[in-house]
């Protein structure tokens, strides 16, 4: 191989691409490190309230747009998508009184570890190649990275803000490497949504404001993952049957109707996160909640987030067989959990006789 100091910036750039192939990613491309309309954005829409208790965004928001106050003298970021749809052929259309909605990025273990572990053999790559400061993120440093995952040509922003891809949709986990050394870019992508609004129209909660603009106040991700504390009653029944994200606007786009299915290990589901029992959820003790999402995305949200999402998805069902469970739920230790299993029994006990839950 030649001495670093003669590999051309396209050359390099090649073989870094090659790499993040070889290392299992599905997309890559380069985004030069420098401002842009999008990250302008940003300020506005957390200055509208937008983010809701996400105060992380505000706290950070000098670095978000300045990437080199996140790495000094940064000239590159390297973008990698992995790609998430796997062959489980569940969408959030099928409605099951019995069973709740998990996110399809939530159905296996979680993807930061195995996005990092590729992110860190990517990066011994390429400073070996060409010495560069360099420090990688997944999803939880100071980097809007959809903003560089356009500008590296992975995809474009879709009307419901999440990246869209040509090839695979919105199902793409993001991860970037930041470099600082010079590297031959890609070009932006194009939007190619057109006059579509499918997510617009989809959206059970209006959270998506107009195209390319949401409210995370009003989205059920938002509400289900972030939100640490009290679900707004209003929004409550348009929740469904959701217990950890969403994926609505996702299943009804047209850029997510030619399916490609991820081989990658790390996102292959496991069965007991794929429309799981609420039955099962509600019957969860702290060291059984543990057990059974340790290492997964839903660790996150801890029992006390999960289960007050169960109880929501249980007043949603319309199934009054739900009402014991609920029973019990409403003396849990946690009040966040009380509080909304007496919501939802007041909506059940509006509701005629069901049959039992499922609890196989």
Partial sequence: ?????????????RQIKDKALVLGFDLVGVAPAQDSPELAFLERWLDAGYAGDMHYLRRNLDRRRDIQQVVPGAQSVVVCGLNYDTAYPYSTEQEDANRGWIARYAWGADYHDAMQDKLTQLQ???????????????????????????????????????????QLGSWILLGELILTIPLHYDQPTLDHCGTCTRCIDACPTAAILEPYVLDSRRCISYLTIELKGSIPEELRPQMGHHIFGCDICQDVCPWNRKRVLATAEAVQPRPAQVHPLLAELA??????????????????????????????????SGNTAFIPLLEELAHDDEALIREHATWALAQLRQTPAAEPPSVA
């Fill in 1 to 13: 191989m030649a001495s670093p100091s003669f590999i051309t910036q396209q050359d390099l750039t």
């Fill in 124 to 166: 011994a790559f390429v400073v070996a190649l060409a010495p560069s400061d360099a420090k990688f993120y997944v999803d939880t440093g100071p980097v809007v990275e959809r903003v560089y995952a356009k500008y590296a040509g992975l995809g474009w922003f879709g009307k419901n803000t999440c990246t869209l891809n040509q």
């Fill in 283 to 316: 019957c969860l003790t702290p060291a059984a909640f543990k057990q059974r999402f340790r290492g997964t995305p839903l660790e996150r949200t801890k029992r006390r987030g999960v289960l007050r999402n169960v109880c929501v998805a249980m007043g949603n």
